[in-house]
Structures are given as structure tokens and as C-alpha cells.
């Protein structure tokens, strides 16, 4: 029998290199002017990716409102995304999303959302995102940094759940890091880190941090008119939270068993906040 060669014995399909999971990028970029009589109009628009901005019609007064959407349909290890809003002198920009962002397990790595927002002279600018929602396993990096002129106004808004209780969820673990530097004229004016990991659900048990509630919010208002409304905000808020105005800025903070719950204050407190103008209308769909 003759023996094949030796490089022959051995001559099989090479095993195909592990495959690299898929990961979703997106970047949205918008930027409003104001009109020939006033009204605030849309300037430049630019999307990529995984990333829209929609601006449906509304009856706001010569203001501008823009819906993001995120069309990868949730954020795990690895994704990204890149938002950018500038209110040009004068205008009026609201920014909100279409619905609650969803975090997933992550295998590897963090989902990453970097958010940069800058309102020139007289400019109101308010970031308005629907909740966050964190599954078991999630992690998620996320940064906000806002230039503003002297005279600018800015509003942010960021819900956030650990998990939905109408479905018996619970975030036992999984990490998420959020950053925000709000500078005026070059000067910061407001800077706050939250850092929680690990034993997520055992942390938020503790009286100190949660009391066993799974949803939060902030709420930070930059404008000459905040400290008049820190009464009101009080009264809404009630037991759920609290609110303290330094320095141009009023700070509120909510805390809540749920969603639901959180937002019978929040909704109210965001309208106060705003003038009494109504909220984006995908915030109630």
C-alpha cells in the first residue's frame, strides 16, 4: 500500500477564524437657526448609521423639535452612539427620543452614547430623552458635555430604569458609567460622575442609595430663571426626590419603584420646568 504524502494526509479545511459580532454605530448631528420672522428653522442635518433625527410637524410656537431614534433597536457591548445639537443665536431646540432606549446584556465591552450639545446667545436648548432601561448584563458608558454662551438657556433630562418591574425583571448585575461637564463661556458650571456596577441590585437596596426603588431621574435646569422655580419643582416632586438651586442651575433628582410611577412626577415637573409648554408629543405615545 503506498502511503499518500505527507503534506496530502493532513489537507483539510482550515477551521474559519471566530467571527466578530456585528455592532451597531450611528452618529446624528443637527443644528437650528432662526427664520426670517423669528422662528426657529432646521439649519444643517446629518445622520450615519444606526442614527435618525426626525422632525415631525408641530404647533410649538416657532420652536423646533427633533425625535432621535436609535434603529438598531437597543444597545449592547460594543455599540455606539454619537449625537451632536447645536441652538444657533436666539433659537429654540428641543431634542427628544422616540422611545425608551434599551440596554442589553453585554457579552464584551460597553455600549457607548457620547452626547455634545452647544447653545449660542439667547438660545434655548432642552435634551429631553425618553428613559433608559438596563437588562441584566448591560453596561453602558455615557457622556454629556454642553457649551453654552453667557445668556444661553439649557435643559437635560435622563431617565433611567434598572430593569422593568410590570415584568418581574431585576438587574442583578452589569455596570454603567455617567458623565456630564456643562461649561458656560468656558467656565464649568456643573459636573457630576455616577459610577454602578457589580451587585447592582444589593446596591440599590441600601437606604442610601435607592431603598430598593428602580427608577431615577435628573433633571438639571442652566437658566437665570431657575432659582424662581424651585418651590414648584418642590411641591411636584414631593416625597419622590428633592431639588436645590446653586449658582444658575436647579438640580432635581426623582427616584421610583417604576417607570410608571416615576413618570406622574416627571411628566409634570419637565411641563413646569418648560413654561408650561407641553412635552414633545413622542413622550406620550
Not at 430623552?129 to 453654552?148: C, H, K, V, W, Y
Not at 456643573?190 to 444589593?202: K, M, T, V, W, Y
Not at 410611577?261 to 411628566?267: A, E, F, K, P, T
Amino acid at each position: 500500500m503506498t502511503a499518500l504524502p505527507a503534506a496530502r494526509q493532513f489537507d483539510r479545511p482550515p477551521r474559519p477564524a471566530p467571527s466578530r459580532m456585528q455592532r451597531s454605530a450611528g452618529r446624528g448631528r443637527i443644528a437650528a437657526k432662526l427664520g426670517p420672522t423669528g422662528e426657529t428653522r432646521l439649519d444643517r442635518l446629518f445622520q450615519e448609521g444606526s442614527a435618525r433625527i426626525r422632525l415631525p410637524k408641530s404647533h410649538s410656537d416657532g420652536r423646533l423639535e427633533a425625535v432621535l431614534l436609535n434603529t438598531s433597536g437597543g444597545m449592547t457591548g460594543g455599540d455606539t452612539l454619537h449625537w451632536r445639537a447645536e441652538a444657533g443665536t436666539g433659537t429654540h431646540l428641543t431634542l427628544a427620543s422616540q422611545t425608551a432606549e434599551r440596554l442589553y446584556r453585554s457579552p464584551e465591552g460597553s455600549a457607548s452614547v457620547d452626547v455634545r450639545l452647544h447653545a449660542a446667545a439667547g438660545a434655548t436648548l432642552q435634551w429631553l430623552p425618553q428613559e433608559t432601561i438596563m437588562f441584566d448584563g448591560g453596561a453602558l458608558r455615557r457622556t454629556i458635555l454642553a457649551d453654552l454662551s453667557e445668556d444661553a438657556e439649557l435643559l437635560i433630562c435622563e431617565p433611567l430604569a434598572f430593569g422593568r418591574a410590570a415584568m418581574g425583571e431585576s438587574v442583578q448585575g452589569g455596570a454603567l458609567r455617567d458623565d456630564w461637564r456643562i461649561r458656560r463661556e468656558g467656565r464649568m458650571i456643573h459636573a457630576e460622575a455616577l459610577r454602578i456596577d457589580d451587585a447592582i441590585a444589593d446596591r440599590l437596596s441600601k437606604p442610601a442609595i435607592a431603598a430598593g426603588r428602580r427608577a431615577v431621574a435628573t433633571i438639571v435646569l442652566f437658566a437665570p430663571r431657575a432659582e424662581a422655580l424651585i418651590d414648584e419643582a418642590r411641591t411636584i416632586i414631593g416625597n419622590a426626590g428633592g431639588a436645590s438651586f446653586f449658582d444658575g442651575k436647579l438640580v432635581c433628582r426623582l427616584l421610583a419603584s417604576d417607570t410608571l410611577v416615576l413618570r406622574r412626577r416627571l411628566i409634570p415637573l419637565l411641563i413646569a420646568l418648560r413654561g408650561g409648554h407641553a412635552l414633545p408629543r413622542c413622550w406620550h405615545c
